[in-house]
């Protein structure tokens, strides 16, 4: 097949599922998620096609013209976007499998099955998009499906305030985004990516560096508020209000990646922005600092998870800024495998013993789940970075390009935020594995199938993918880097210290299931409360916009209303006084009709 | 006979015929007051007809569309008595107050 038929097939197909289901097969669930799945299947390997077609030249078709603006809609076809879209789809088909066993009792099955298929059909619209316009348009509709997606139970108070407060936070960041695109529009007239980026005639050669640096600060925003780095980042871990296989979805290969994705997109102008760069390896580091201490005390199994999508996300900007697109979409796929295979096998927990406690998962004998307890080992050695699996290869080339680029102090925030990634991933392990009593009577049922195989499937994965790392950068059409021994001493060093204290303060028989951070009081305190940022936004952003909002309200019912209000009563008020001229009795109007008369008739006649 | 008792008897005629109107509540009765009152006018137009105007035809026209007019309503008025007898089982003009604001 041709190209362009391909990437419709793997574009429209997810579409035309969303629209079958949700307008005719409501009533027929099961129809629904076998059209969704077979509709996934096909993206998956159209997708697959046209990865080993290799990359062309990008399609474009025009959409509309307005003076000397062109706005297009089209398809980039580069390493970046043909690696990222096989990702997509086949985490989101691996992840459509899975919910068939996980919502299987769920009476809005149609309905989820339906927005998974939109939220597949609005990411890979994004990852191949060409126009920046057409970029920010399934940007947007990424954020809508996963508001739809985390706010799936509404009719659960909270489900429904994360999807609020998702859609709120990312908006704040979209509205940064926005501008920095009106302002390219400005500048240059011109949408289309490819020549945006052109090292020669591309944005970077036109505009001032200083405009440049304000561009690339706003585009940043947009990212923060996608992707969850500081400040904008506390939607995500109240995401997890959703269904499981959704915030698999929604923190591996879908929304929170999507905000790297662009920064992927538009890496050169990153690079020419030397001080955007430092800004955002500055946040990145902090950020994966700042999750990576929350989840080493958080006790719910997907709140932890969560942190670590922020954690890890902050190493993939880190390295996206550094300087390092290989880095940056190594670390991001390997990520989307290994993190969709964690949070699959804790919804696989979850399902089975109703509760996110880790404590209580490993109590209730979590371990007896045999594929699902290897995947958790697995996923989170590749987290943690343990060689050889997949999150080792990409944090590697992470740290080598932090210090090869000379950017020492970040780099030593790196192997921290690394260090605590492998301690908060063994202490999840640890407590789901090592019980502190042993399990009580058995009454799990075991994975059902459908559930296990993309467990299973993401496990191998998470496995081999970390060798495929020189093919990724020859698709980047860079050179691979070689990795140096020295670097990789210490790398394997603080992960095998992080599980070393792990297994000292959960694994070991009579640990003493704290961690060592609750004896340093304060920091424990700060990191419990996560780091109270939620609180100080409560007390000063919410706190102000409620006040405004409250003022707003006085106004609109005593100033505008209430004078709405005072005219319309007046009229009424002067009508039912009126009204009594008319008491229906006519030989009364015949008298005054008559006085009225006489009167006219005397006035005409004195004159 | 001049003008001035023409116009005093139609002047009475006409009172006669509007207290007859305010005063009564049956309808037929305010009926015969309106007839007075047109009567009366109809007397005052022949006599101004008769002393002021040279040419006695256009009264004489005026009226005679007055008389005819006149028939025409009471056959409407009568009418009208007749579907409110019907609906409201009464004639009275004080308890029609369905129109009452």
């Known amino acids: 097949m041709d190209t362009l038929s391909l990437i419709l097939l793997t574009t429209i197909s997810p579409l035309a599922c969303f629209i079958i289901a949700i307008i005719f097969l409501v009533q027929q669930p099961r129809i629904a998620q076998g059209l969704v799945l077979c ?3 096909v993206s998956l390997l159209s997708a697959i096609g046209l990865l080993v077609q290799g990359p062309v030249e990008p399609l474009r078709f025009l959409w509309f013209q307005s003076g000397a603006i062109q706005l297009q809609f089209g398809f980039i076809l580069d390493g970046a976007s043909l690696m990222f879209g096989v990702v997509v789809a086949f985490i989101t088909a691996c992840i459509m499998l899975y919910s068939i066993g996980y919502m299987a009792h769920d009476p809005g099955k149609t309905r989820y099955f339906a927005l998974l298929s939109f939220f597949a059909w609005s990411m890979l619209s994004f990852v191949y998009a060409v126009d920046l316009l057409q970029s920010f ?40 985004l926005f501008i920095g695109i009106l302002i390219i529009l400005q500048l240059v007239q011109n949408f289309d990516i490819p020549s945006l980026l052109d090292p020669q005639s591309g944005l970077s050669t036109q505009i001032s560096p200083g405009m440049l640096n304000a561009i690339t600060l706003l585009i940043f925003i947009g990212i923060m508020g996608k992707s969850a780095q500081f400040p904008l980042h506390t939607w995500l871990p109240d995401a997890m209000e959703g269904p499981t296989p959704v915030s698999a979805l929604l923190h591996s290969a879908t929304m929170v990646a999507a905000g790297v994705f662009l920064m992927i997109r538009l890496h050169p102008l990153f690079m020419a922005a030397q001080d955007t760069a430092l800004i955002v390896l500055s946040i990145a580091t902090f950020t994966a600092i700042l999750a990576s201490t929350i989840a080493m005390v958080d006790t719910d199994i997907k709140k932890v998870l969560a942190y670590s999508s922020i954690g890890q996300l902050g190493f993939m900007i880190m390295a996206l800024a550094a ?32 509760t996110n406690s880790m404590a209580e998962i490993g109590r209730r ?83 059902p199938m459908n559930m296990k195989a993309p467990v299973l499937l993401l496990t191998l994965g998470a496995i081999v993918l970390g ?55 304060p920091l424990n305190t700060l990191f419990t409360n996560k780091w109270y940022i939620d609180d100080i936004y409560r007390v000063t952003i919410v706190a102000i916009t409620h006040a405004l909002s409250r003022i707003l309200h006085w106004i609109e019912d005593h100033v505008l209303d209430g004078n709405y209000d005072r005219f319309g009563l007046g009229i009424l008020r002067t009508g039912a006084k009126s009204t009594r001229i008319q008491g229906g009795w006519m030989q009364l109007y015949l008298g005054w009709a008559i006085i009225l008369l006489a009167v006219v008739a005397l006035y005409l006649g004195l004159r | 006979m001049t003008l001035d008792s023409y116009l005093l008897v139609g002047a009475a005629l006409f009172s006669l ?59 409407i008025f009568l009418s009208i008595i007749l579907r409110i007898y019907r609906a409201y089982h009464d004639i009275d003009a004080e308890k029609l107050t369905k129109l009452s604001g």
């Open chain 1, 39 to 41: 509709g996934s299947a």
């Open chain 1, 323 to 354: 300087g390092s697109l290989f880095a940056g979409v190594f670390h991001l796929i390997t990520h989307a495998v290994f993190k969709a295979l964690l949070f699959l096998c804790s919804g696989i927990y979850i399902h089975a013993y109703h």
């Open chain 1, 467 to 521: 060798f495929f790392g020189s093919n990724i950068a020859q698709g980047l059409g860079l050179m691979p880097q070689h990795h140096s021994v020295i670097l990789m001493i210490p790398t394997v060093g603080i992960v095998i210290l992080g599980i070393l204290i792990a297994y000292f303060d959960y694994g070991r028989d009579n640990a003493p299931r704290t961690g060592f951070i609750s004896k340093i009081a």
């Open chain 1, 137 to 176: 348009i399934f940007w947007e509709l990424v954020g809508l499906s996963s508001f739809f997606l985390i706010g799936f139970w509404f009719e659960k108070p909270e489900a429904a305030g994360a999807a609020r407060k998702a859609f709120l936070m990312t908006r704040v960041g979209d509205v940064g």
């Open chain 1, 365 to 447: 004998g979590g371990r007896r789940l045999k594929a699902t307890t290897f995947g958790l080992l697995i996923g989170g050695a590749a987290l943690s970075g343990v060689p050889p699996l997949a999150g080792f290869w990409s944090k590697e080339e992470i740290f080598a390009q932090l210090g090869h680029n000379g950017f020492n102090i970040y780099m030593a925030g790196a192997f921290l935020a690394a260090f605590l990634t492998a301690y908060y991933t063994f202490r999840m392990i640890f407590l789901i594995t090592k019980p502190d009593h042993a399990p009580a009577s058995d009454h799990s049922h075991p994975e």
């Open chain 2, 17 to 75: 015929g509007l207290i007859g109107a305010l005063s009564h509540r049956n309808l037929i009765a305010l009926l015969i007051g309106i007839e007075l009152m047109m009567n009366a006018a109809s007397l005052n137009l022949m006599a101004f007809n008769r002393f002021v105007v040279t040419d006695p035809t256009t009264g004489q026209i005026f009226v005679l569309i007055i008389i005819g007019l006149a028939a025409a309503e009471v056959a």
